[in-house]
């Protein structure tokens, strides 16, 4: 395969630091971004990234500025939607501009920087989106609601978003996480910052003390995960000769929950089938 030039989000840590440093050492080139002040992608600059400062909260004029500015020195190939983080707490204590806040980073920032670079990629007639989605995305957990219904939309919108750019030449996947080892469900990271009613006090100790035992015990390797999503962009590896499929998810919690769910839903047409039909015209 052709040496190709990825965009990268988030890259200050986790699994987009990861990405970058295996895109460099798979032999392509690499556009690493992070918010904020890019002195923190300087150790990626030294391994060979391109650095540039995005914050996919920004507005979608500005995002176009930055991706031209990226454009201005070469083509883009492949863009990984990879920014985020966990806004926690229970759905009803979670106040309405903490849910926009958690939209307005995981999904609306995906659909922003995406629409940023589709014009270029729709003109090429080539390119690639990853979306990172979760196992939030295919079941909700207690303490969960905020992040989980953010990569509930990205599920939604990508399956719209890949049937409608197919055939324009553009490739796009979403990847389901499980639990992967980066500083997402470090206390310091993630947001948790509603508490006012009683009756949830014992459940949000619950919630706190699994993502304190979660943190730095995560069954993913980051760098396994990242390198079977680059497989899957370069048709090489894992992906090889194979038909890839629609979503994949990644670690074997994800494996578990995805299971779990489809086996449920499949329980409920089977068993349920005769009152589903029965809701038709006749
Ligand atoms: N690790 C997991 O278990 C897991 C599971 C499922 C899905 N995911 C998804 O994987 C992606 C990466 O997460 P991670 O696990 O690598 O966590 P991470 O280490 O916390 O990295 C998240 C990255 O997103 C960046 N970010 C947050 N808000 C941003 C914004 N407005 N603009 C630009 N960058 C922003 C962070 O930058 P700052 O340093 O500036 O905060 C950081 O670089 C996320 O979409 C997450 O939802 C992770």
Not at 58 to 73: H, R
Not at 211 to 227: T, Y
């Amino acid at each position: 395969m052709t040496q190709l030039r990825w965009l990268v989000t988030g890259c200050s840590s986790g699994l987009g630091k990861a990405f970058v440093r295996t895109i460099l050492a798979r032999g392509d080139k690499v556009v690493a971004t992070a918010r904020g002040d890019i002195s923190r992608l300087s150790s990626l600059k030294e391994a060979g990234a391109e650095t540039v400062s995005l914050d996919v909260t920004a507005p979608l004029s500005e995002i176009k500025v930055v991706a031209a500015s990226i454009l201005e020195s070469g083509p883009i190939d492949v863009l990984v939607n990879n920014a985020g983080y966990i806004e926690a707490g229970m759905s009803e204590e979670v106040s309405y501009d903490q849910y926009m806040a958690q939209f307005e980073t995981n999904f609306f920032g995906v659909i922003r920087t995406t629409q940023a670079i589709l014009p270029h990629f729709r003109e090429k007639k080539s390119g690639f989106v990853v979306f990172i989605g979760s196992s939030g995305g295919i079941a909700g957990e207690p303490g969960a609601g905020p992040y989980c219904a953010t990569k509930f939309a990205l599920k939604g919108w990508y399956d719209c978003f890949k049937k409608e750019t197919a055939h324009l030449g553009i490739k796009s996947m979403l990847f389901e996480l499980g639990f992967f080892r980066t500083k997402i469900d470090d206390p310091n990271n993630y947001k948790f910052r509603s508490e006012s009613i009683d009756e949830y006090k014992e459940i949000n100790k619950l919630v706190k003390q699994f993502l304190q035992s979660m943190d730095g015990n995560q069954p993913g390797d980051p760098q396994k995960g990242v390198e079977v999503m680059i497989d899957f962009v370069r048709e090489e590896g894992v992906a090889k000769g194979r038909v890839l499929p629609e979503r994949l998810p990644l670690g074997s919690d994800c494996l578990s929950t995805l299971r779990k769910r489809a086996v449920e839903d499949l329980n409920t047409c089977n068993e349920w089938e005769d009152v589903i039909r029965g809701t038709d015209y006749k």
